[in-house]
C-alpha cells in the first residue's frame, strides 16, 4: 500500500493496545489506528500466543497520520502522556513483556525524534523515574484479530472499559482538548 506523500506511520506499544487505540483515534489528523504485534520472533502470531509471553511481540498501534495535520512529535508527546513510560513491562494490572512500552520507528528521522523526546522527559524530572521505552527498529508488524480493533468504541459498556479506558480517555481529553477531533 502507497501512502499519499503526507502520510506517515508511527507504532507505539503502551501496554494494552485497546486503550492505546481509543486514545489516538481521537486527535485530528489520525487517518487510522490499527492494533496489533510488533517485535517478536513468531510469525502471525495470535492473541492468546503474545499474552503467553513467549513469542517476543509488543501489544501496539500501528497509527497513519498525515503529517499536515499532526506531528511525529505531537503522538508522542501523546504516547508519553498516556502511559507510564517509567515501568518495566507492566501498565497498570498488566503485566509481561507484551505490555513493555515501546517505539517501533520506521526511519531514522523517528529513532531521532524518540531519543530526543526520552532525553527531554528524563532531564525534565516530571516524571517519577527514568523513561524505559524501548526504541526498535520496526520488523514485522502484525494486524490483531478483528474482534481487537475499534475495542472500545464496540465495547463501551465492558467492564475493562469502564474501569480502565474510560477515565484513561477523560484525563487525555482534557489534557490535549486543542488536538482532539
Not at 513468531?42 to 499536515?68: L, R
Not at 509481561?96 to 524530572?125: C, H, M, P
Request: glycine fraction near 8%; include cysteine; charged fraction near 20%.
Amino acid at each position: 500500500m502507497t501512502l499519499k506523500p503526507d502520510l506517515e506511520t508511527a507504532v507505539f506499544g503502551g501496554g494494552c493496545f485497546w486503550c492505546t487505540e481509543a486514545v489516538f483515534l481521537e486527535i485530528i489528523g489520525v487517518e487510522s489506528v490499527v492494533s496489533g504485534y510488533s517485535g517478536g520472533h513468531t510469525e502471525n502470531p495470535t492473541y492468546h500466543q503474545v499474552c503467553s509471553g513467549t513469542t517476543g511481540h509488543a501489544e501496539v498501534v500501528k497509527i497513519t497520520f498525515d503529517t499536515a495535520a499532526v506531528s511525529y512529535r505531537d503522538l508522542m508527546d501523546v504516547f508519553f502522556a498516556t502511559h507510564d513510560p517509567t515501568t518495566l513491562n507492566r501498565q497498570g494490572a498488566d503485566r509481561g513483556t507484551q505490555y513493555r512500552s515501546v517505539i517501533f520507528y520506521a526511519n531514522d528521522d523517528q529513532r531521532q525524534a524518540a531519543e530526543e523526546t526520552i532525553k527531554e522527559l528524563d532531564e525534565s524530572g516530571e516524571l517519577p523515574g527514568p523513561v524505559v521505552t524501548q526504541l526498535e527498529p520496526l520488523g514485522g508488524f502484525y494486524e490483531a484479530e478483528d474482534y481487537h480493533q475499534d475495542f472500545y468504541k464496540n465495547n463501551q459498556y465492558n467492564p475493562y472499559c469502564q474501569i480502565v479506558i474510560t477515565p484513561k480517555l477523560s484525563k487525555f481529553r482534557s489534557k490535549f482538548a486543542v488536538q482532539l477531533r
